[in-house]
């Protein structure tokens, strides 16, 4: 939307938030399941995972007619990966596992939001903006030196299943030709993925 792009949404329920946005004219929204034919004439095609059984027919018909398809969670149906975007005032972090790890990228994506979309950071570039529009072009190296005091610590957690697979086994010690266990169930099943959130 904020490339100027006509947005039309095709779910049988939506977020209030998107709820909000069509009530408001700045987004389409049809309360039913898509069909093909809501497909022609599209530039852009997403397909979110609770969707997966009809990925595949998604993304043949994207194909036939002419439209990009991104297929949440299924790199194999998708012409591109998109990116999750962290914006502070014009600023932009853009993120890609180039589709095959979506959860991850979303918990990245709240995290850095968390950290970054404040209220400090956003008069921080708002003045970085002023400042490099007052400097003369030949004196704008001088940024360097206004950002100079600035920086970001990252501190990393792990889930507590990837903490005990990676202890279970010392660097030193030969690999087992054993299949290594994967990673357990991880929510309960009365919480929904982070994907369906």
């Known amino acids: ?47 979110t995972p609770e969707e997966q059984e009809r990925a595949d027919e998604a993304h043949q018909l994207a194909l ?46 709240l995290d850095l939001e968390q950290g970054l979309v404040t209220e ?5 570039v708002r003045a970085l903006v002023e400042l490099r529009e007052r400097l003369p072009k030949e004196e704008r190296y001088r940024l360097k030196e206004a950002v100079s005091g600035f920086h970001m610590e990252i501190h990393l957690t792990f889930p507590e299943w990837f903490e005990k697979l ?14 290594e266990p994967g990673p357990p169930d991880l929510l309960p099943e009365s919480e929904p993925p982070l994907e369906a959130r």
């Open 166 to 179: 990676t202890t279970q086994r010392p660097e030193d010690e030969e690999p087992k030709t054993a299949r």
């Open 64 to 109: 036939a007619n002419g439209a990009q398809i991104c297929a949440i969670d299924f790199p194999e149906h998708c012409t591109f990966a998109n990116p999750a975007v962290v914006d502070v005032e014009g600023l932009r972090i853009a993120l890609s596992s180039g589709g095959t790890a979506p959860a991850l990228l979303k918990r990245m994506k």
């Open 1 to 47: 939307m904020r490339a100027g792009a006509e947005v039309q949404v095709i779910a049988e329920e939506v977020e209030e938030a998107l709820e909000a946005m069509a009530s408001g004219g700045e987004l389409g929204w049809a309360a039913r399941g898509w069909i093909p034919a809501d497909l022609r004439g599209a530039y852009l095609v997403y397909v």
């Open 120 to 124: 400090k950071m956003r008069a921080f």
